[in-house]
Structure formats: C-alpha cells, structure tokens
C-alpha cells in the first residue's frame, strides 16, 4: 500500500469525519433537512470509494452498509428518527475506530462489525416498506418537483488525461469513486487520483437543486452553450462562479501543515529563545548603546515570531466541546432525563497538548453532573424548575490563563452528606470536619473513593473519577475548584495555563541552587525579616502573617531535601493553587527570565515537584518547579486549613470595617486608595513605555494596555523616584489597565473615614491616614475620564437594565462602589438608610437590595424583615454587606440570599451574577459581567 496515499486518505477522511457526528444530530432536529442529508452521504460516500481503490475491504464494508442506508433514506425521501440517527452514529463509530486503527500501524484492525452491517441493511429493508406504503398515496411519479443533478463544469486538463479512456460523463466521475474510475479501459490509477483531486479542488463544479425534467443532450459548441446557459440562468452561474472563487481564494490561502513539523519549529524557536536570553546578557555586559539598541530589535522580533508561532499550535475549545452534545444525547437517552448544553466562549483557544489533556477530565465531570447533579423532570417540576436542566461551558482568557466554568443547574451537592463520609472514611477528623467551611468540606470531593451517591451506575457513582480529574488537570498546569449551592447548582472551576512551551518565570535561589518559577502561579513576592513578629509557629508548622491573614509556609530546600547552608530566608514566593495561598520560603529572588520548558527524562517522572527544565541566560541549567507538586504535601494536610479556619473566624469576630489602604506619592503629595482595587503592583522600567497614537501603551504579560500617569491627570508636577516607575495594574478580568505614580509610600490597615467631602472631580474626599491627611483618589473616575469605553460592553446581553438598590449610610462606600456596581450594566439607586429605602422599594420595585447592615433609624436586619414582610417582595434578593459578629449574622440568616465582606468584590460579583442570573435567566441569560476588580494583591481585600 502506498504509504503518501493512505496518509492523505487518513487526513482527508479524520477532516470530513469530524463534522459527521454534529451533522447527524442536526439532521435528527430537522429531519426533512436535504441539504445536510446530502452532506453525510458525501462524507460516507468519499470514505467507501477511497477504501476500494486502497485495498480496505473491512472499512469499505462498513462504510458502504452506511452509504447505502443513507441512500435509500435519499431516495425515499425517509423522514428520520431517534433510531435511525442512533444506528447511522454507530457506523460512523464504527468507521473512525477503524481508521484509528489504520493510524496506528497501518493496516486494518481486526474488528469484526458485521452485525452492525446487517442492522443498516435490515433498516433499508424497514425503509422499503415504509417508503412503498407512501408511495400508494402519492400520485404518480412527478410528486416531487425536485431533485438532485449534478452540473459539472469539466476544464482541458482533465480531458487530456481521458485522451485514452473511454468517454465518460462528469456524473460518471463524481459518483463512481476510485473503484469504477481505475476500472476504466485505458485508466491508470495515478490519473484516477488526479482526477480525483480536480474534482475535490472545484475543477469540477458544485452540486445545485433543479427542477425534474428530462435532459436533452445539447449538441451545440461548447461556447454558445454557455453563453444561453449564461442568460437562462444567471443566478445559477453567479452562485457557481462565487463559490468556486471563495473555494479557490481559501485554498491559495491555507496549507496542511503536519503536526510534527510545527512542533520541531517550536523546539526551534525555544533555543532562539535561549540563545537570545545569553545574547541580552552579554549586550547588557558590554554597555554598548549600539549593541543594546541592536538587542532590543532583535528580542522584538523574537517575541513576534514566537507568538506566531504558539499561534499556530493553538486550537479553539470549540473542537473540545464537539463531542458534548452527542455525549449528552447518550446519557440523557440513558437516564430519561432532559437535558441541554449552552456554550459560551467557544472561540477561546488552546495549546493543542493542553486541549488534549481535558478530553477526559471534562467527560468525567458531564457524566457527573447528567447523572447525579441534574434531577429528573418529575423531580424538577416539584422544585419549581423546567423539566429540561442545563449544562453551561464558558471559556474565557484571563492574566495567561483560561478559566473554563463547566456549570449545571441542579440539585446542588449537600455539603454535610460530605462531610459525614468524609469523618466515616478518616479523610478527616471530627474537629477538623467542624472547623472546615462548606467550601473546603467541598474539595473533599476530589479525595479518592469519596463519593456520596446512593446508587452506583454504569455513568458515574463509584468514587473514581473526580480525584482522575483532578490529577489529569494538575499534570497539565491547571487547578479545579468545585462551588456549589443546594438546590441550585455546582460549578466546576478550571484553571489552565495558555501553553506550557515558552512561559515567564521568577528565579529564585535556595541553599546556593537556582530553581524557575512559573510566573503565571506567583501572586507576589514579599521581602521579609527573619526577626519579624509576623513569623509564627501554630501547632509545630510555620505561618507567616500577612496583611492580618495567616499564610502557611513551605521551606523550598526541605522540600527538595537540599542540604541547608543556615541562611536565613530573606523573601516568600507567595503561590495561588485552586484559590488558596501558600508561601514558599527563598533565599534569594533573583529576577525574572522568559524560559523554555523542556521536559524531564523519564526516570524523573515520579518527582511531582518538577515540572521540567530549562537553560538560563548565563548558561546554567535550573529545574523549573511545579507548583501544585511543591504545595502537595501540605495542601493535604488538613490540621494546617484547620488552623487557619480558627484563625480566620476569631479575627472575623473581632472586626471592625478597617481595611487594606495603598499609600502613593505623586509629587509632593500623598493620596490613597483602597487596596482591594489593585491587582498589582509593578517596577516598569522607563524605556519599555512606548507610544501609540496619542496614548502611552506598555507590553504586558503577552498584553498591550494603557499607561495613565496620575500626575497629568491631577495636574500636579511629577516626581521620580529611583530608575523604575512604580505602576498600579487595575483589572477588569481579562482587560487591564496601568496607572503611573511616583513612588510606594506604604500599605496601612485601617478604618477609611471620610473626614471631608471633595469637590474636585477625581477625589472621593480626605482622609486621615497614618496621622497624616491624605486625598482619597476616585480611581474609576480616572479611569472613566482617559479611557471611557473601559467599561463598556457588559451588560450588552441583557435585554433591560436590572435595578439594584444600595443602601449605605457612609458617603465614601456608597462613592466608591456605585461605579463598580454599574459596570455589570445596572442601574444603581442609593439610599441612606433603611428607613429611606423602604419608600425607595414601593416606588421602583428594584430587582435586588444590597444593604449594609449597621445604619441609624432603620439597621439592614429591620429593613431585610420589613422587605420579606411585604407581599409581592417576599422572593426579591438581598446581599448583606458588613463586618459584623458572625453570630449576629447566623441569627438573621434567613433574611438574606448571601453575606459578602466590605470590598470582598471577587465573592460580591459571584453573588450578583448569582442571584441576578437566577432571578431573570429564562428572560435575559446569565450576567456576562464582571466587576472592576478581579484580585487585589492580598486576594482581594479580605479584611
């Protein structure tokens, strides 16, 4: 057998199969859909000839029971059903398992589907009789006034090569297949695959829908036949002319490129990477300016190529999320259950290698949510749902991650069914299960064997699958996080690195040895004193107290068992896995490097604290560390959550409304703003700001954002301090912007009061900070003022703009959060206290009350009472804002739909896309909208 022959024979077929799945599901919604009827024949038809011609007799078999069936449904104009497109994905299975089979080795696999043959011939036999009973009520043979010719238009090149055959029709040619054609008197095989190819490349012409009548052999020129054809039927020769142009533009513009080889010009373009990293090095030894000039062309281009390049290995998630709808009709047939999948976000892309690796892990998770999440209909009726659940994935990109959301809305996992399984198989001890969260009870799930179903099934239920999940998306990178609320739903959150090919990464030195750091797992990096109070030693394990939360520490040389040289740590490399913080104790923290990972040999591979390897700029060699693999041990030792629950509740009872304040200087002056608005904080070295147009830009984490200098804006003379610009990075998910100041001065804990309201445009008012007083900036305002449509396009979905009443007492919060409010596309009403608000609802009827709860004449419990009191508004919710005693909160609890912390925007976006979705989901969908801030440098304000 021809081996460039069956290579193309395989990439053609895998690229014609790969719709036929959809295609077959679209067919059984719209049954008496031709055109798509028509499009699977093609499919099946082109696999059975090129199986003939290859010598693929078992393939050819099965593919040309297919074709036959498929066939006969054409020609009896056969409305399909449920079981034919149930038996037709059969024979497709049937077919890619066989070329899957080819691809291995080469040759047939021995697999015998002759019972699947005789099924689809026995279907033929059933459409006979069916079409034969329908045809004794039609009247005659014209009933039809359609069907299907093929008009083909044949060029001299392909009449040369049937100089020597027998003359044949183009028909002929586009159904014999390879078989007949090599068949012919005077054929050789190499000019039926020529021919072949004219006819796939539009030499030969598109097949079109004209009326049934009977063809005259025209023995005119060819010339004056055309041009009558020409005026009787323009609109058949304009679509005909347009579709091969677009077919003949796409092919001059792509090419099929093997896989193997854009993954040697990757291999390529990682030693550019590091030979330009030694070359910066030495440049930047030399001092040169002409050289350094030089340099900064060359890593430009660099970069440039590499992008390109990582583009090409990317593929949508759309290619992923293929094969769900067909995995649903399996189960749902299965389970009786009604079920359907949204998508959103299809065109977010992927490293190739990556997307391959959340094959199973979400089919694991589908297979769950179908068979344990979602109720049936009978049960969702009670519940007051719609019979038919769902099943929404979203993709997103966000700061070199994609966030994948696989949500459900049914049942809701009950965390205290976990929580006894949990104690009952000592996963964790009885103290540990009460001073754990519902949340952290939740990850329990991913511990293996833990499962809380009743029943065990063919689907799911048998506690091997979700700890599968777990370590399939930790090998790649990633993190998953469960979030779930009973009778509600369960969200599973993915996080999963853009590639794992060319990443940034922070050296870091411990014990004399250097290890990298992905960058994309660092949150931030602290300076710390060895003789600092904020160490603490809790229950024989280190802590560190950062900014008023304990974060557990993990020694990098004892983790790697490296002999230490007593050297004190001097900083801590604090890491984000599945929403939890861990701080990794250093020597050193060198700087930071673009690296290229290379992976490990084999008999590396039960180390999980690697994740591969790397050549620095100077030539060394250093390991580059897996995080996740570092944090492993101590992740699953729950005494350490346990102490930091403890913790975490006695500093929550002993509140006040103080909060994280980022203290800056802009020339002479000082001002502030709340830290929960900053993502991070960066050193931006002068020279890397660049213009654009009229703005200033800066190259950002594989980014182009906008520079603010806050010294223009509030027209004051700016001040440097040092050879780097500090810049405060703001987000918005996945856009981002960075405002320019002069210097850091501080990062203060306390209670921000508004001493003074201001007037000016930019400023919130002035405060007392430090015993200092110091200017309030309005950073939205800012924001709004350079880059107005910063903001825009979030609400875009909804088809009427939600009310939310805020109630707050305190100018200052209710300046600071109504910009951020506004951004998900509200429209936001204020009051000042509960009594005000109550006449506020009876007047505007708002879509939902977000309260604070200490306020004078009327708190936020009287008005949340007062509110479920009220016909009408007993089902509106309300979000509680405050940092009260929790116990004074769980004695009002069933007032609220959910509590969020002053400035915990992170949890106050959750639960207004939560609650706002729920309310209006069958209206307007679920809310796209994010709120100004994703993350502050702490994790988002907790105080």
Known sequence: MDEELLAEFLTESNENLASIEQQLLDLEADPGNAEILDSIFRVVHTVKGSCGFLGLSGLEKVAHAGENLLGKIRSAKYQVDGNIVSLLLENSDAIKELIAGLEVDGSEPNLDYSALCERLAAAEGLIDNGAAALSDTEEGPNASDKTLAWLVGVDDSVLAL?????????????????????????????????????????????VVSVDKEPVEVNEKPAETAAAEEEVTSPVAVEKTTKVNAVRKAKAET????????????????GELVLSRNRLLR???????????????????????????????????????????????????????????VDMEGQETELDRTILSALKDPMTHIIRNSCDHGIEAPEDRRQKGKADEGKITLSARQESGFIVINISDDGGGIDAAK?????????????????????????????????????????????????????????SVGGTVVIDSELGVGTTLNIRIPLTLAIIPAMIV?????????????????????????????????????????????????EVMQIQSNDECPQSVVVVNIAERQFGISVNEVLGAEEIVVKPLGRHFNHLDVYGGCSILGDGRVVPILDCIGVTKSIRQQQDVQTVISEHDKKAQSTSDESQYILVFAVGELWYAIPMALVERIEEVDPDSIEKSGRREVLQYRDDVIQVIRLASILEVEAKRVGEVEPCLIISDKDKRLCIQVDSIVDIVKQKLEIHLDSEEPYFLGTAIVEGRSTEVVDILAVIKKVAP??????????????????VEDAVFFRNLAIPLIEGL????????????????????????????????????????SWVRAQPGLQQMPIISLSSLD????????????????????????????????RKQDSEIGIIDAEVVTHQAIEGGGNS
């Open 509 to 557: 030195e411990s014990s004399r040895q250097h290890f990298a750091v992905p960058q994309m797992m660092v949150q931030e990096l602290i300076a710390i004193d060895p003789d600092s109070e904020s160490w603490k030693e809790i229950a024989g394990k280190p802590f560190y107290m950062l900014r008023g939360r304990l974060l557990p520490i993990i020694s990098l040389s």
């Open 282 to 340: 030495l440049i930047e030894q030399s001092g040169d300016p002409d050289l350094v000039r030089t340099s900064r062309s060359i890593n430009q281009i660099t970069s440039r190529l590499q992008e390109k390049l990582l583009h090409t290995r990317m593929q949508p998630i759309s290619t992923l999320w293929s094969t769900v709808p067909r995995l649903l009709r399996d189960i749902t047939k299965q389970l009786g259950k009604k079920i359907r």
């Open 418 to 474: 976990i929580r006894d399984k949990a104690v009952s198989m000592d996963v964790i001890t009885a103290e540990q299960a009460k001073n754990l969260s519902d949340n952290g009870i939740l990850q329990l799930i991913f511990h293996a064997g833990l499962s809380t179903a009743e029943k065990v099934s063919n689907l799911s239920g048998r506690g091997v699958g979700m700890d599968v999940v777990r370590s399939e998306i930790e």
């Open 254 to 269: 792509s090419i099929r490129v093997d896989v193997s080889l854009l993954d040697e010009l990757m291999n390529q373009v």
């Open 886 to 917: 929790e116990s004074e909160y769980v004695e009002n609890r069933d007032l609220f739909n959910a509590r969020v912390k002053k400035f915990d925007r992170e949890v106050l976006h959750q639960q207004l896309t939560r609650l706002l979705g």
């Open 825 to 864: 596309g509200c429209q936001v009403i204020t009051a000042r206290n509960g009594k005000e608000a109550c006449s506020i609802i009876e007047r505007e009827k708002p879509d939902l009350l977000l309260t604070d709860l200490e306020m004078p004449e009327m708190n936020g419990f009287e008005l949340a």
């Open 162 to 206: 049937l100089k020597n055959a027998e003359i044949i029709t183009p028909e002929q040619v586009l159904e014999a297949g390879f078989e007949q054609l090599r068949a012919l008197p005077g054929m050789q095989p190499a000019h039926a695959l020529k021919i072949l190819g004219m006819a796939k490349s539009s030499k030969l012409v598109d």
């Open 789 to 806: 449509n910063w903001f825009s396009g979030k609400g875009e979905r909804r088809k009427r703009s939600q009310k939310i009443l805020y």
